[in-house]
């Protein structure tokens, strides 16, 4: 027998390839305002809570909890829709919501069985939203009257026991919540309206406590059709119109610096992941972290690591990661700095708690041999999973990336010498002075609407005013991006003709035009500033800590005149039409919140330009190959450019 997951998954995909199919006919007449009709599905059960007490006289010697169970449901429906949104829905079923509990062992180490065959009559009145299309809502009360309590208890070594469960509730109020389709069957001139529904609905376990006694609730998700008859007149022939699809007005906007920088010198507050991740199978420190020797630890202080650590790094994923990747060295320091200062080192395995601590040992290992921190001065712990987990319960994709991001040893502290509440607990952050190749407001931005959703492909040629062309493209996304230098190779400056083609999805062909004016600017500019902020897996929204460090320190570092470039990104777990929205609602929060804090303190000569990238690895300020870099790259970076 199928999994119940697997069932529900098959029945949902059911119902949308008929939904797909499903189409509308040009009307003829009008709609019907009363349907009356019946209905039939599968109620796919999920038991939760316990249940043991059976009867009177019967108590299970051991709990039952989990179970499940597929039944039919039936109905007599009727619907009333005054209007093409708003109406009402009234079923009236015999609703089944029997099943089985998962086996249990009695203390004899006797197998044992509990199923049952709940049943009720119910009457679910609902308020039903739907429109030409014919996708509707639908969402309400069920009123559940109990007709059947039997159930079938067997155990090895004692006869099988067939009864009802006392303490049943008699009736029941619970709500439910779905969608369905109106495929309508009749022709367009017909008066009598046919039409075949299928739905699917959900009944959350709120309400559904059966019995009055423990704690057994059930949960349900429906699918089935229901068959619709309706009563319609006819258009007058001057009704019947026809009316074309729209196409849709595609918008195409750039915004282009007035001055692209190719470089810029940045002072960078980098926050510091408090985390050291190790390989999957290994629970020694992975060859990717910096370990120094005892005499070369001896020597080593955080603040060699804050100008650029070579010529030849490119980016900023190198110079960044060479710095975390010191992350045992920096906490050695800053402990042997302050003697007073204790952490505690929390390992995280799937293989379990006793593992985690295993990885705790070894970076408490590390900093007592190598700086000679106290043993004493280091606590240790193991868990299963982190304190904040990336792998979510019930997550079925990218579970490998996620559980990467889940074998780690994190570092906490009381000393502010060691942590800097900027949200998270993150260490207390390091500062990098640095050189920017092509920083972000020298970039072209591009972007056309519903680009993702509506066209194949989009490709953009930018002309000079001598006729040389140059391509891009072809791109799929919303928004992508061009490095001015890109455009202007050797020229200073240049005047240019921006031309967007696509391809929509229906094959029909789309043009845009745009203008744009580029001046090089080659002398270095007023070193900017940059902060950062990191956020867990799939979160949007920034924690107290992060408002105190944005108002207190990132809002009071800029002054009148200034650009404030936001921009945020994520990394490549998930699906990028989600990332790239949640980049945007990330890079928006970090923005009202740094508006408050600078009209608070009258400052309002402040341009701001706020961008979401999502995952796009063009614009990603770190790869993602390792767990470290898919954690920075969960990022909101925020430049301050000085005005001139």
Known sequence: ???????????????????????????????????????GAANFNIYNGTTQHLTNSLTAPTAFHKGNGVRPYGSILMEYRPKSVLGLMLNVAYDGRGGKFKDVVAPCNCPATLGTSAS??????????????????FAGPRIAF???????????????????????????????????YDIMTSSAASTTKVSISPFVSFHPYFGQDPRSIESWNISTVRAGVALKFGKASKLAPAEVTVTPAPIHDFAFNVRAPLAAPLKRQVS??????????????????????????????????????????????????????????????ILGDRLRANPDASITLTGASGAGAAEGKTLAENVKQYLVTTFGIGANRIAIAGRTKPVIPSEQPGGTKELVLLRAGDRRVDITSTSPQLLMEVGGGMMRPIQINTTQINPLDSQVVLNIDSAQQLLKSWSVDVTDDKGTAQHYGPYTRN???????????????????????????????????????????????????????LYDFDSSNSTNAYDKFLTDVVATSIIDGSTVIIHGHTDIIGVDEYNMQLSKDRARDVKTTLERALTAAGKTNVKFETLGFGEDTGNAPFENNTPEERFYNRTVIIDIVPVK
């Open 1 to 39: 027998m199928l999994p119940i997951n697997k069932i529900i998954s098959k029945a949902i995909i059911c119902l949308l390839m008929v939904i797909v199919a499903g189409t509308a006919a040009k009307a003829q007449t009008t709609q019907p305002t009363w349907w009356f009709g019946v209905s």
């Open 120 to 137: 009720y009559v119910a009457i679910e009145p609902s308020i039903r939203l739907g429109g030409a299309s014919g996708l509707y809502f």
């Open 146 to 180: 109990n007709v059947n309590s039997d159930f079938a208890y067997t155990q090895l070594k004692q006869p099988n026991t067939n009864g009802e469960f006392s303490a049943m509730r008699k009736s029941l109020v619970s709500g439910q919540v779905g969608l369905g």
């Open 268 to 329: 960078e507050t980098l926050p510091l992941r408090n985390s050291v991740f190790f390989d999957e199978g290994s629970t020694q420190l992975s060859p990717r972290y910096i370990t120094l020797t005892s005499s070369q630890a001896a020597g080593f202080k955080e603040s060699q690591l804050q100008n650029e650590q070579s010529a030849d790094m490119s980016g900023r994923s190198a110079r960044q990661l060479t710095v975390y990747h010191n992350i045992l060295n």
């Open 479 to 533: 928004q992508e991006s061009i490095p001015a230098a890109s455009i202007l190779g050797s020229n200073t400056a240049g005047d240019y003709k921006l031309v967007m083609t696509g391809e929509t999805r229906k094959g029909l062909p789309i043009r845009k035009e745009s203008t744009l004016h580029l001046v090089r600017q080659d002398e270095a500019p007023t070193k900017g500033l940059r902060y950062s902020i």
